[in-house]
């Protein structure tokens, strides 16, 4: 369960604190889904990086699985993080002198993350499940811009995190490549019930979700 309650943040600048997010709350089990879409500085990078406890909200509190990332000492927030929360950004960020399968294995090698040697074979099992099984060997310099994503996917859900959080996920893609990464986005999100939460300017992505939210005037609203 991930809940945000009355979250609200500002930025410092020379003339006071500037209002991006006020008294926003959302409440999601797991297995949901959701998309959120504003335009551009609306504030929707500042709530996904407070979601995923990468960034501290002025008030108001994130609590997944009950707990309360903020509340931790810093070597146990990047545990909790790792192990609980799987991001996926506009840029895929591979790490370019890495294979796509070493790639899709960095979560599992921070310290404290093995646990049970099964590692190699999800990272396997979830290549085959994005189309990249005969990629396996290969650099992200070689792949195409989905495909770099669609490893991007599997890296993020290697340690089965119970939050799946992606900030313009199709962001750099053409039309094809990004129906194809949404496509696979929403059928692993079924396949292994994370919560999950899209947000995006791009409303044929955001249309994919079943519940979808607009962020609007430092708030969220949902849509009908
Ligand atoms: P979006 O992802 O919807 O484009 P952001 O969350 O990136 O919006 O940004 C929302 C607003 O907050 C923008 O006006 C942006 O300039 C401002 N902002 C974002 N990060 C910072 C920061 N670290 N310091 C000051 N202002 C910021
Ligand atoms: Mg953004």
């Known amino acids: 369960m991930l809940e945000v309650n009355n979250l609200s943040k500002e930025y410092p600048t020379p003339g006071g604190g500037l209002p991006i ?10 297995g949901e889904a959701v998309s959120i879409m504003g335009p551009s500085g609306s504030g929707k990078s500042s709530f996904l990086y407070i979601v995923g406890a990468l960034e501290p909200p002025t008030s108001g509190t994130v609590t997944l699985d009950g707990q309360n990332p903020f509340t931790m000492p810093e070597r146990e927030l ?7 929360i799987g991001f996926i950004f506009q840029d895929h960020c591979l790490l370019p002198q890495l294979t796509v399968l070493e790639n899709v294995l960095t979560p599992t090698l921070v310290a404290g993350a093995q646990e049970g040697g099964d590692e190699l074979e999800r990272a396997r099992r979830l290549l085959a499940e994005v189309g990249l099984t005969a990629r396996s060997e290969h650099r992200p310099a070689e792949l195409s811009g989905g495909e770099r ?39 692993l999100h ?33 849509d009908q």
């Open 149 to 187: 994503q669609r490893v991007a996917l599997a890296r993020a859900l290697i340690r089965k995190p119970l939050l799946l959080l992606c900030d313009e996920p199709t962001g750099n893609l053409d039309h094809a490549s990004a129906a194809n990464v949404a496509e696979l986005l929403l059928e």
């Open 21 to 30: 997010l006020s008294g926003v709350s959302l409440s999601l089990g797991r």
């Open 78 to 84: 990047a545990a909790f993080r790792n192990r609980q």
């Open 190 to 222: 079924r396949q292994q019930k994370t919560i999950l939460v899209v947000v995006t300017h791009n409303a044929e992505l955001a249309a994919k979700f079943p519940v979808r939210y607009e962020l609007l005037e430092q708030n969220l609203v949902r």
